[in-house]
């Protein structure tokens, strides 16, 4: 089943933003996620991507993840992944990158952890 | 320089011979200030003789003998002095001048013999 | 040659005799003599210009002073005299010889003149002047009076003039007597005093300038033995020295030329002295090189490759490799703690003892225990030597080693393409008093096909970078080693050299950096699936594998979630493992449909999952990267082959390798994780493109039982 993918905004904390993912991140949909942080991205300006929603992650969107993280750093600010779905997990794990990407179970965790 | 003869032989000069007198006296004033004295003299003993009463010539003749024997005087040469002084009185035999420098003459000329026994 | 005539002959010209000088360009000199007469000359002339100047002024003034004292007295007396005669009627009769008698005694007298109150003159040596008035020349000026006489002295350019009054005895004035005298007449006794004077000078001037001659030739004399002394020296001969008996500062200069030649032939020593050091060491280097040779062996399928870089210090690092009775091959890589010729001794001792024992020690740990027993006699207190030595049997693809003290051994394995440290321990050789049997374990190492096993000394670890700061470090060591493996022994022992020696910029290196690398040369083709092996799992798959075809389209590619869902056994799977195998399968697939350049409707992929083992022969591999997710308890034993078959264009991304994510770089490509997956979930991936069935792809999915725990570390190549 593939879900229409979306990315939505949500109110933020301070200077994070708040960006939930629904569908499937592959190569078709990984721009996407990249105009839409993009949107959002400004100096010293985090973000919370929230994954619940994630029914799938390609290859593609594991790039797409990590070149949005490298972008917000540049510009000083930071990344959190959160709510990871399965598939996200799954993939994530596979690639051992839960040891370099900064990931909280849930939404609020992670928007608390930024604003400290 | 011949010694002018005696004065009352000779006649009187005529007018030329005056006015050559002259002349020659003229010239020899000139010799003079033009610091020939010897040329001088030999003026105006000519003038003298040839006009005796020439009275410039007299005197200038007279001053001429007085000084050459001053000189002579001065130069200790007493027997030149005496000479060129009694020269002067065969012009003026009164010289007062030359009567007293000649006794001066004369004196030291036996002050002399006297002091040093010579002549 | 003997090292003692070695080291005479580098100690220098020392002994040689003086060399004949290399005709110089004589510069003109100025002789000192010449300037000091000249500087006489001049001073002397200076001088005595100005003293005589000077004295000549003072001369003048002083005659003048006199003379004008005496015309005063001469006017007095004249005036004295004269009183008495003007009161005669004839005042000239004595006025003119008194005056003519003064002017000839002194003819420098210009005139003398008495005169009467009225200013005529009685007295005048020209007797025509007599009886005239008496004009008083032009331009005099008073220059003084003197008494209440009113005696006057005047004088003008050309005379000088003294003026008396003559008095009556009752007081008054009769007239006045004038005397003057012609100053050139002072002028010209000047001059004769100055012409005197200059003769003197000149007489003087010689005089000095002869003295000045001959007191600064004296006084320079030594000047030419100072000369000839340093020329001497400069020719090489410094053991004379100036003995010059001079109390002068040129004696000062021929002391520190002393000095200066004892100070050569000191630093001469010292300089001989050093470079037969150097000697020393270069000598000591060479018998160490000697000892050391690079060099290939080859036994088998076994490549040998040894390399040394000395230190610019004589370091004690030796490597050796040689053939054991029974085919075997020694190999031996030691670290010796001692520098320079002790060091070098001590890789001699050593090179002996193995050789010595290399046929009856056919155990590495016998080796080692027996080389500690000799070397703790012979080894200087304080210094040990670590030591790595193995035993290869080149037919049975085994090594055996033993260590003592030394670093671990690289190992790397083809098929899994990683590198890994095998253990290794002991301690050095010399390092303590009580036996050490016991201490050193042996080891096994299995070589297959492709693998390599890498032994080095520190100085390749610890290489410095061009700052000086951080070591070059185990982890570069593997990285390289992995890169270069595939590509046999010489390929590795280069890529080494080549990193350490980019690393080291142009630092000269500090250690000696040495390698030896065993490859047991080939592709790890062994254990893998072969061609006819993949068309025979593909047949098996065909008869009971569970099949899916796809379209050559990505959007398609969601349609293996729900086929996974179906598949006997792993649809048992936990829902992360089951996740990673769907992610994995998608980018296999979409490898495909992007590289094979299908064409969409007409091509398609076929996919199977086979369960089980597979046709005989496949042994279970080892993961390429193991997945780190936890395995599901219940699928403990969840094995079996995925084939991916397509018709498309052959492909084979053959120079994949593991993506290191800790290089932020990746991070920023966002590219290129698809094999990362795939090669994370699956055991092992084997491409046969163009087979006569098509392109394949054979993934093996399974779980290994757990390992015995050997440190491994994953390294991206």
Same mark, same amino acid.
């Given at each position: 089943?593939?879900?229409?993918?979306?990315?939505?905004?949500?109110?933020?904390? &301070?200077?994070?933003?708040?960006?939930?993912?629904? &569908?499937?991140?592959?190569?078709?949909?990984?721009?996407?996620?990249?105009?839409?942080?993009?949107?959002?991205?400004?100096?010293?300006?985090?973000?919370?991507?929230?994954l619940a929603g994630v029914s799938f992650v390609g290859s593609s969107g594991i790039g797409a993840l990590l070149i949005l993280v490298e972008q917000f750093q540049e510009q000083s600010g930071k990344v959190r992944l959160a709510a990871l779905s399965p598939a996200a997990e799954a993939v994530v794990k596979l690639l051992s990158l839960d040891e370099l990407l900064a990931i909280d179970r849930t939404e609020d965790e992670a928007l608390e952890a930024l604003e400290r | 320089m011949s010694a002018p003869s005696a004065v009352p032989e000779r006649p009187t000069p005529t007018a030329e011979q005056e006015r050559e007198a002259e002349d020659l006296y003229r010239r020899g004033l000139a010799a003079l200030s033009a610091q020939r004295p010897d040329d001088a003299l030999r003026y105006w003993e000519l003038a003298w003789s040839i006009d005796p009463r020439h009275a410039g010539v007299c005197t200038a003749l007279e001053r001429e003998y007085l000084m050459r024997g001053m000189? /002579?005087?001065?130069?200790? @040469?007493?027997?030149? /002095?005496?000479?060129?002084?009694?020269?002067?009185?065969?012009?003026?035999?009164?010289?007062?001048?030359? #009567?007293?420098? #000649? /006794? @001066? /003459?004369?004196?030291?000329?036996?002050?002399?013999?006297?002091?040093?026994?010579?002549? | 040659m003997t090292a003692e005539r070695a080291a005479r002959r580098s100690a220098g010209t020392a002994a040689a005799p003086a060399r004949p000088l290399p005709a110089r360009a004589v510069r003109p000199v100025m002789s000192l003599r010449w300037i000091v007469s000249?500087?006489?000359?001049?001073?002397?002339?200076?001088?005595?210009?100005?003293?005589?100047?000077?004295?000549?002024?003072? !001369?003048?003034?002083?005659?003048?002073?006199?003379?004008?004292?005496?015309?005063?007295?001469?006017?007095?007396?004249?005036?004295?005299?004269?009183?008495?005669a003007l009161l005669t009627d004839y005042p000239e009769l004595t006025l003119v010889p008194l005056v003519r008698q003064m002017q000839s005694r002194q003819p420098e007298l210009a005139w003398v003149v008495v005169v009467d109150r009225n200013g005529v003159i009685h007295g005048h040596s020209d007797v025509r002047r007599l009886g005239t008035l008496y004009v008083p020349p032009a331009g005099l000026e008073l220059r003084s009076t003197a008494g209440a006489a009113q005696e006057t002295l005047q004088a003008n350019a050309g005379i000088l003039m003294a003026s008396a009054p003559i008095l009556h005895p009752g007081g008054q004035v009769l007239g006045e007597a004038h005397v003057a005298l012609r100053r050139a007449s002072i002028e010209r006794r000047l001059a004769g005093a100055r012409r005197q004077q200059?003769?003197?000078?000149?007489?003087?001037?010689?005089?000095? *300038?002869g003295a000045a001659f001959l007191l600064s030739a004296r006084l320079l004399r030594p000047l030419g033995a100072l000369r000839a002394g340093i020329e001497r020296i400069g020719a090489g001969d410094l053991d004379t020295r100036l003995a010059l008996d001079d109390r002068t500062e040129i004696?000062?200069?021929?002391?520190? *030329?002393? !000095?200066?030649?004892?100070?050569? +032939?000191?630093?001469?020593?010292?300089?001989a002295e050093r470079e037969r050091l150097a000697h020393e060491m270069e000598l000591a280097q060479r018998i160490q090189r000697s000892l050391v040779a690079p060099g290939r062996t080859v036994a088998g399928p076994f490549v040998i490759e040894s390399a040394q870089r000395p230190a610019t210090e004589v370091g004690g690092d030796y490597v050796d490799v040689f053939e054991l009775p029974d085919g075997g091959i020694g190999l031996a890589i030691a670290d010796v703690s001692g520098k320079g010729l002790a060091g070098c001794l001590v890789t001699s001792m050593l090179s002996a003892l193995l050789r010595a024992f290399r046929t009856t020690h056919l155990s590495p740990a016998a080796m080692l225990a027996t080389l500690d027993e000799r070397m703790r006699e012979l080894l200087p207190r304080g210094s040990f030597v670590t030591m790595f030595y193995g035993i290869l049997e080149p037919g049975a693809g085994r090594l055996r080693y033993a260590s003592a003290g030394h670093n671990p051994p690289l190992v790397y394995r083809a098929?899994?393409?990683?590198?890994?440290? !095998? $253990?290794?321990?002991?301690?050095?050789?010399?390092?303590?008093?009580? +036996?050490?049997?016991?201490? *050193?374990?042996?080891?096994?190492?299995?070589?297959?096909?492709?693998?390599?096993?890498?032994?080095?000394?520190?100085?390749?670890?610890?290489?410095?970078?061009?700052?000086?700061?951080?070591?070059f470090g185990l982890e570069r060591m593997a990285q390289r080693v992995c890169a270069a493996a595939p590509e046999g022994a010489a390929a590795i022992r280069q890529a080494l050299d080549d990193a350490v020696t980019a690393w080291r910029g142009e630092r $000269? $290196?500090?250690?000696?950096?040495?390698?030896?690398?065993?490859?047991?040369?080939?592709?790890?083709?062994?254990?893998?699936?072969? %061609?006819?092996?993949?068309?025979?799992?593909?047949?098996?798959?065909?008869?009971?594998?569970?099949?899916?075809?796809?379209?050559?389209?990505?959007?398609?590619?969601?349609?293996?979630?729900?086929w996974l869902a179906d598949c006997p056994v792993l649809r048992d799977l936990g829902g992360l493992e089951r996740e990673c195998l769907r992610a994995a399968l998608r980018e296999a697939c979409a490898n495909v449909v992007e590289h094979g350049q299908l064409r969409d409707g007409e091509d398609g992929l076929e996919l199977w999952w086979l369960e089980g083992d597979g046709p005989a022969g496949v042994t279970d591999a080892g993961t390429d990267a193991g997945p780190a997710v936890a395995p599901d308890p219940a699928a403990a034993v969840a094995r079996g082959h995925f084939l991916l078959r397509d018709q498309g264009?052959?492909?084979?991304? %053959?120079?994949?390798?593991?993506?290191?994510?800790?290089?932020?770089?990746?991070?920023?490509?966002?590219?290129?994780?698809?094999?990362?997956?795939?090669?994370?979930?699956?055991?092992r991936v084997d491409y046969h493109p163009g087979t006569p069935a098509g392109n394949l792809t054979i993934m093996a999915f399974g779980r290994p039982g757990a390992r015995a725990g050997r440190e491994e570390i994953r390294h991206a190549g």
């Open positions: 089943m593939q879900d229409e993918f979306k990315v939505t905004s949500a109110p933020g904390r &301070g200077r994070t933003a708040l960006l939930r993912l629904h &569908g499937s991140l592959d190569a078709r949909t990984a721009p996407l996620l990249l105009e839409k942080s993009a949107e959002v991205q400004a100096n010293g300006q985090n973000l919370v991507l929230n | 000189e /002579a005087f001065a130069a200790g @040469r007493l027997d030149d /002095a005496t000479a060129l002084w009694q020269k002067v009185l065969r012009l003026d035999p009164a010289e007062p001048r030359a #009567l007293a420098y #000649l /006794a @001066r /003459a004369r004196m030291q000329r036996d002050r002399t013999r006297e002091l040093i026994g010579k002549e | 000249l500087a006489m000359v001049a001073l002397t002339v200076v001088v005595g210009g100005g003293v005589g100047a000077i004295a000549e002024r003072r !001369a003048r003034a002083e005659l003048t002073a006199e003379i004008e004292t005496r015309l005063r007295l001469e006017a007095r007396n004249l005036a004295l005299t004269s009183a008495s200059f003769v003197a000078l000149a007489v003087f001037l010689m005089a000095g *300038v004696g000062r200069l021929a002391e520190a *030329v002393n !000095a200066m030649a004892s100070d050569l +032939k000191r630093a001469q020593a010292q300089r098929r899994q393409r990683t590198a890994t440290w !095998a $253990p290794a321990g002991g301690l050095p050789l010399g390092a303590s008093r009580a +036996k050490v049997t016991r201490v *050193v374990r042996e080891e096994l190492v299995e070589l297959e096909p492709g693998d390599a096993l890498i032994q080095f000394t520190d100085g390749i670890s610890e290489a410095l970078d061009r700052a000086g700061r951080e070591q $000269p $290196p500090f250690d000696d950096e040495t390698v030896l690398v065993v490859c047991r040369e080939g592709t790890a083709a062994g254990g893998g699936v072969g %061609d006819d092996e993949a068309l025979s799992l593909l047949d098996e798959a065909t008869r009971r594998g569970r099949r899916l075809r796809l379209p050559a389209s990505l959007a398609a590619l969601v349609r293996i979630d729900d264009v052959p492909f084979r991304p %053959d120079d994949w390798r593991p993506t290191d994510f800790h290089d932020r770089r990746v991070w920023r490509r966002g590219r290129g994780f698809g094999l990362d997956l795939i090669h994370r979930a699956m055991e």
